[in-house]
């Protein structure tokens, strides 16, 4: 039996959450998921460490008899292909299996990559400073979050011109991990609140509409169970906004 320890507020967990949603047919009754919430420091404690020396979330617990721990696996990338190869969810990540599946997998892998110190780093780098450092009382640093920006901006642009270049998909013509994982990462971006951060959702992506018009059709194509996964983000946005409305404007 397989546990997959996630935060409905963290990107990498969502993705998994989708994937592994979408598949659970295929996955049989093998795997359950369990809630570490970040908010509350539950990845902190010492029995979370003993699951995952890395202390953060997503990560894949294999469980043996008795409840034993047979196999841990920290790392999104990693607990993505994992899961598809284990079962056989090819249609997500090529199987390797003769040249050509092997080059498509390999292009796949090429985007998991690149997600990491592009689109990751500059959305999730932003999102912290902006928005998730004060609730985690951690001060923010508006110059980090200004050179996150860039990286995203940048990000956001190779991503139209690369990896959705020809293509309605970053697998094609349907959705693969890379796009889940690329999806759930901007859809944080909704957390912004323009009044106050000087951006939101709109603004950023205003100058990329290709992008805008891929997040639909992953959305779409992972219906219903994209919306389930991410309510509990847009609950958040929405107190957010609402609460960031009633402080009075600076003069
Ligand atoms: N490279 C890791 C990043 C995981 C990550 O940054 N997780 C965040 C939530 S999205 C986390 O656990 N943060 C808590 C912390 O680092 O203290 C992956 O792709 O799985």
Redesign the pocket.
């Known amino acids: 039996m397989y546990q997959l320890y996630v ?1 409905f ?5 969502r993705a998994l959450m989708i994937l592994c949603r979408l598949n659970a047919a295929s996955m049989g009754q093998a795997l359950e998921e369990k809630r ?1 919430l ?1 908010h509350k420091k539950e ?2 404690t010492d029995e979370y460490k003993e699951l995952n020396p ?5 990560c894949l617990v294999k469980r043996g008899a008795g409840q034993s721990v047979d196999f841990r696996l ?4 990693a ?1 993505l292909r994992h899961l598809c190869e284990r079962f056989s969810l090819s249609d997500w990540y090529p199987s390797a299996g003769g040249v050509e599946q092997l080059e498509k997998q390999a292009y796949v892998d090429s985007a998991l990559h690149w997600y ?1 110190s592009t689109l ?1 780093k500059g959305c ?1 780098g932003l999102t912290f400073h902006k928005v998730v450092a004060m609730n985690l009382g951690v001060q923010p640093n508006e110059a980090i979050a200004v050179d996150c920006k860039a990286v995203l901006d940048r990000a956001l642009g190779t991503m139209e011109r690369v990896w959705l270049k020809d293509r309605s998909f970053v697998g094609g013509s349907r959705p693969c991990v890379a796009d889940l ?1 690329f999806c759930c990462e901007l859809e944080q971006l909704n957390m912004f609140y323009a009044p106050v951060d000087g951006m939101d959702f709109d603004s950023i992506m205003g100058p990329f509409p290709e992008v805008r018009a891929w997040m639909a059709r992953v959305a779409e194509a992972t219906s219903p169970v994209y919306e389930e996964v991410h309510k509990f983000l847009r609950f958040a946005s929405k107190m957010r906004h609402e609460k960031l409305s009633k402080v009075p404007a600076k003069l």
């Open positions: 935060d507020m963290s990107q990498p967990s570490v970040i990845h902190r890395l202390r953060q979330v997503p920290p790392e999104s990338c607990i990491h990751r999730g994982l």
